[in-house]
């Protein structure tokens, strides 16, 4: 069973279901294509994680990532596990475009926001099961 998710990110994001070994989720602001990987565990940082773990997880970044980077036709992907705000483990996996509206800087602390469809999340959910990274 996977763990219970940070109020922040319960707040902040859609959760999108499960890959192998951790819960996949998409922050709410469609402005930017931004996946969390919360795997299951109660460990705070990846390096604290048995080789396996650490294995299966890389995996699961390097699908992500690769999905993103084709499905949105990223410039450049952000990814991240910074953990100041929300201290349960988790992975960012963010598709930029040199067109994005706070390109270069940081998403982070901004105020721009949109929310996305629910047309928009199926076919994202979709995508991610045709690519067999949701299950």
């Known amino acids: 069973m996977p763990v219970k998710l940070h109020p922040q990110l319960t707040a902040d994001c859609y959760l999108l279901g499960t890959?192998?070994?951790?819960?996949?989720?998409?922050?709410?602001?469609?402005?930017i294509p931004w996946f969390i990987l919360v795997p299951d565990t109660n460990k705070n940082?990846?390096?604290?994680?048995?080789?396996?773990q650490q294995q299966i997880i890389q995996?699961?970044?390097n699908a992500l990532a690769k999905f993103t980077e084709?499905?949105?036709n990223?410039?450049?992907?952000?990814?991240?596990?910074?953990?100041?705000?929300?201290?349960?483990?988790?992975?960012?996996?963010i598709s930029r475009k040199t067109t994005d509206f706070c390109w270069p800087a940081p998403v982070w602390g901004r105020t721009e926001s949109m929310e996305y469809t629910p047309q928009q999340l199926d076919i994202i959910k979709q995508a991610l099961k045709d690519n067999n990274i949701l299950k």
């Open 59 to 61: 995996l699961e970044i």
């Open 74 to 93: 990223s410039d450049k992907l952000n990814i991240a596990s910074i953990g100041n705000i929300v201290p349960q483990l988790h992975i960012h996996i």
């Open 45 to 52: 940082e990846i390096f604290k994680l048995n080789t396996e």
């Open 70 to 72: 084709e499905h949105f």
């Open 19 to 31: 890959v192998k070994s951790s819960s996949l989720l998409l922050h709410k602001n469609a402005l």
